[in-house]
């Protein structure tokens, strides 16, 4: 089944940092499909449907630690990342802020609530700077009327996220903490990697240990113990807020199967 836009209706303003998302300028979109991440929704669109998308969205820019969305506002627009690093994270009722996942260029940032027309569920916020294209509800509904079959893309990918949302909320209660943690790392490499001539994959997110922690549900402490018997064994090299994967089978090895029985 593919999603529907729902029917736009007026709403309230929007609050806070979200209220300007960000200074006009230009962003960096490549014009090839090659230059994307091979895991990126932008990759995964045909040639003219992924020009059609970029062309409906209005360039801007973040600085480090601006906010682009705001969980709890209302979602009349989404983004396309062209540049840097967003970190998606949801606050509980007592103020506890928890990573849910990272995203960077190719990725859509805010496309549920648009979909859905629901408040935003998490608040996304740049780390470093970030280049985008601001897509809105209207926009997005005359690329849907035009390429129909990219919204079936787009919610291949919504699926794809849940997906691995419901396997890594079961996996808190079935895995350790190192095939957590291998499974994050293995993911982000096979999203976003970057393969070199020697057949190390980089990681080129600029992300912290807790960060990586947080991502695997695993205190930081316990990462970076994690991360030092990787080191050791010569599955991974980390520099500052640098990761690479020198040996992708073993971190597989490692890492927790999807299609474990216990995790279906």
């Known amino acids: 089944m593919v999603l529907q836009l729902p029917p736009h209706a007026a709403r309230p303003p929007l609050r806070g940092p979200a209220a300007v998302p960000g200074e006009r300028g230009p962003a960096a979109v490549p ?25 409906a969205g209005a360039p ?24 840097g690093m967003v970190k998606i994270t949801v606050a509980a009722e007592t103020g506890a802020q928890t990573t849910l996942a990272v995203r960077t260029r190719g990725d859509l940032i805010g496309e549920f609530a648009v979909l859905d027309g629901m408040r ?16 809105s509800r209207p926009a997005f509904a005359e690329f849907g ?7 079936a893309t ?41 393969p070199e001539d020697d057949g190390t994959v980089l990681i080129p997110l600029p992300l912290t240990q ?8 695993v205190a930081v402490s316990t ?23 020198r040996d992708m089978n073993h971190l597989g090895a490692i890492r927790f199967s999807a ?4 995790n279906p």
């Open 60 to 83: 801007v820019q973040f600085k480090d630690d601006d906010i682009l969305i705001l969980q709890g506002d209302v979602g009349d627009w989404f983004y396309v990342l062209t540049g």
């Open 259 to 262: 299609q474990d029985p216990a």
């Open 210 to 217: 807790r960060e990586l922690g947080e991502l695997a549900g």
């Open 120 to 135: 935003r569920t998490a608040t996304a916020r740049a780390v470093s700077a970030v280049g985008a294209l601001r897509i």
């Open 31 to 55: 014009g090839e499909r090659g230059k994307w991440p091979r895991g990126s929704l932008i990759a995964l669109l045909a040639e003219d449907e992924r020009a059609a998308l970029l062309s």
């Open 154 to 194: 787009i919610t291949r990918s919504l699926v794809a996220k849940m997906r691995a949302a419901t396997e890594r909320h079961a996996a808190e209660r079935t895995w350790g903490s190192r095939e957590r943690l291998a499974q994050v790392i293995y993911e982000l490499a096979e999203s976003y990697g970057e």
């Open 223 to 245: 990462a970076e113990r994690i991360l030092g018997e990787l080191r050791k064994e010569g599955v991974i090299t980390t520099g500052y807020r640098e990761i690479a994967v």
């Open 145 to 151: 009327r035009r390429y129909p079959a990219a919204l």
